[in-house]
């Protein structure tokens, strides 16, 4: 199965939104409700931001948001906070009832 | 409060194989969907392995064949056996809960490092 694509870095000020997006097939995205956004700061464990394309877990920030639309999801951040800077990475499941996750995109705050 | 906690990772030759083991701590292993994902130096997430108590497994084309998963209840333990390694095994494991779908990865471990070197 082949990872998702994503934008290998997207970057912004304090207080901008930014948005990363995730483009798979029919097969992963465009087939199921089933993405999710993970965070992961370096040296650090992913943390689960997204599930089910736009829910957010309890104690994620409602300036997180994510939406999909055909064969491509994206993950919007506003009010960018200097905490923000990480990687992120998305995934999904696929008709094979396996996972599939993005390649990752790093994210700068300037 | 739930914790995974991942150990075994080593310096094994190529060809060597390794188990992994990650103890479960506020949760059971056995009513939640337990993961394997491993990220390669420098490299991306890559999703590898589920088990969950009906007994369903799915392996990554990847580690198909050569990496097998498994639990122990009454040890709330999950495993991970590793044979036949190669150099492009060589990651930080992590193994990862799901309460309602292995999609959802609500839990992660701080990740044990496999280093597959001659």
């Known amino acids: 199965q082949s990872a998702l694509t994503q934008p290998a870095s997207v970057s912004g000020s304090p207080g901008q939104s930014i948005t990363i997006s995730c483009t798979g097939t029919?097969?992963?995205?465009?087939?199921?409700?089933?993405v999710s956004w993970y965070q992961q700061h370096p040296g650090k464990a992913p943390k689960l931001m997204i599930f089910?394309?736009?829910n957010r877990p309890s104690g994620v920030s409602n300036r997180f948001s994510s939406s999909k639309s055909g064969n491509t999801a994206s993950l919007t951040i506003s009010g960018l906070q200097p905490e923000d800077e990480a990687d992120y990475y998305c995934?999904?499941?696929?008709?094979?009832?396996?996972?599939?996750f993005g390649g990752g995109t790093k994210l700068t705050v300037l | 409060e739930v914790q995974l906690v991942e150990s075994g990772g080593d310096l094994v030759q190529p060809g060597g194989s390794l188990r992994l083991s990650c103890a479960a701590s506020?949760?059971?292993?056995?009513?939640?969907?337990m993961n394997w994902v491993r990220q390669a130096p420098g490299k991306g997430l890559e999703w590898l392995s589920v088990?969950?108590?009906?007994?369903?497994?799915y392996y990554a084309d990847s580690v198909k064949g050569r990496f097998t998963i498994s639990r122990d209840n009454s040890k709330n333990t999950l495993y991970l056996q590793m044979n036949s390694l190669r150099a492009e095994d060589t990651a930080v494991y992590y193994c990862?809960?799901?309460?309602?779908?292995?999609?959802?990865?609500?839990?992660w471990g701080q990740g044990t490092l496999v280093t597959v070197s001659s």
């Open positions: 089910d394309v736009s």
């Open positions: 029919s097969s992963d995205i465009g087939g199921y409700n089933y």
């Open positions: 995934s999904s499941y696929t008709t094979s009832s396996l996972v599939v």
């Open positions: 990862a809960s799901g309460r309602e779908r292995y999609t959802r990865l609500d839990y």
């Open positions: 506020g949760f059971t292993v056995s009513s939640n969907y």
């Open positions: 088990t969950h108590s009906g007994g369903t497994t």
